[in-house]
């Protein structure tokens, strides 16, 4: 395979991976503010697509920074939602579609306008200096205090056509920063973006020691289950308690009790109420702590060894 073919299906590839990124990560996050009507599900969409698509064709050589871009927009679609709700719960539905997508749209207009001087962040292949980071993070600190303001203000005791008109102004406010900090929006979307690619490249060289993990983990769960069945199953009483009483356990409540035990979550719908199931409850605690000790060992030695590696 020449050079050229190799470099067009390694593009080809990362264009797929951005698209199929973005597009699950905005149904995720539609699907999940979809109680707030059905408008802003499509809206949500509708700003991940319009903004994967013209990213693209502004910046055609810094295809990583949609993920980036993906992920601030379903933060930022988490926290309007959240804002929207709890201090402008009357606002006419037709405010909040325009006051989520002013932001959005003043963002990538500003990319348009200072295209020139934004292609090189983007196609920036290292994170900066993190002493630059405060400065990076002032538009965050601005579009908070907006926030924060909504909140104090009894904003959500207005008249619907007030609170529609402050939830526009407040969002208008947001837009006009996210234009004016351009550059620092940019530069964040893209560290992000780097973050996530040197994770999911860490989590590679991780796969062994925790696939290890989860198969222990995984038979420890099966093992201690099985136990709790069995040893209900012969008892001539039952050795469980559920949320009506004295209860004779299946093996799928087995497993859940068994996985509840073992992570230390102790939901309270079944609890033993033999002493010897309690102690064999304690021992897979135990045991599950050893577990840990046994994953966090093995993540460090895989880290060691890449170490030891990439200095040779």
Same mark, same amino acid.
């Given at each position: ?22 597009? !699950? ?11 707030? $009507? ?8 509708? %700003? ?17 920074? *949609?993920?980036? =871009? ?20 009357? %606002? ?30 983007? #196609? ?39 609170? *529609? ?6 969002? *208008? %406010?947001?837009?006009? &920063? !996210?234009?004016?900090? !351009? ?9 992000? *973006? ?16 925790? =696939? ?14 099985? %136990?709790?069945? &069995? ?34 979550? #102790?939901? $309270? ?29 093995? &993540? ?7 170490? $030891?590696? $990439?200095?040779?």
């Amino acid at each position: 395979m020449s050079a050229a073919r190799r470099r067009g299906l390694t593009r080809l590839t990362a264009w797929l991976r951005a698209v199929l990124f973005t597009v !699950v990560l905005a149904v995720l996050t539609a699907w999940g503010v979809g109680d707030d $009507g059905r408008v802003m599900p499509m809206v949500v969409v509708a %700003a991940a697509a319009l903004g994967l698509g013209f990213l693209y064709w502004l910046f055609p050589r810094g295809l990583h920074f *949609a993920f980036g =871009t993906a992920t601030g927009l379903a933060i930022y679609a988490s926290l309007f939602v959240v804002l929207s709700r709890a201090q402008f719960p009357q %606002a006419p539905d037709w405010s909040r579609a325009p006051a989520f997508l002013l932001p959005v749209f003043a963002f990538l207009v500003s990319a348009w306008w200072r295209r020139g001087d934004l292609a090189g962040i983007v #196609g920036r292949e290292d994170e900066h200096d993190l002493a630059e980071l405060p400065h990076t993070l002032r538009w965050v600190l601005f579009t908070a205090l907006i926030g924060l303001v909504c909140f104090v203000l009894p904003v959500n005791r207005l008249e619907p056509w007030a609170q *529609a008109a402050a939830l526009l102004i407040s969002m *208008a %406010a947001i837009a006009g &920063i !996210v234009a004016l900090s !351009v550059r620092d929006v940019v530069r964040l979307l893209v560290d992000v *973006a780097l973050i996530m690619h040197e994770v999911s490249d860490r989590a590679r060289h991780m796969m062994v020691p925790a =696939t290890a993990f989860l198969l222990m983990y995984a038979l420890l769960v099966v093992v201690f289950a099985a %136990a709790y069945r &069995i040893s209900d199953g012969l008892s001539i009483v039952s050795l469980f308690n559920g949320p009506g009483g004295p209860m004779r356990i299946s093996y799928s409540d087995a497993l859940h009790f068994s996985i509840a035990t073992l992570s230390t979550v #102790g939901y $309270g719908d079944i609890h033993p109420q033999d002493d010897g199931i309690r102690v064999l409850a304690s021992i897979q605690v135990v045991l599950g702590q050893l577990l840990l000790l046994f994953g966090v060992a093995e &993540i460090l030695r895989a880290r060691r060894r890449r170490g $030891g590696a $990439g200095t040779e």
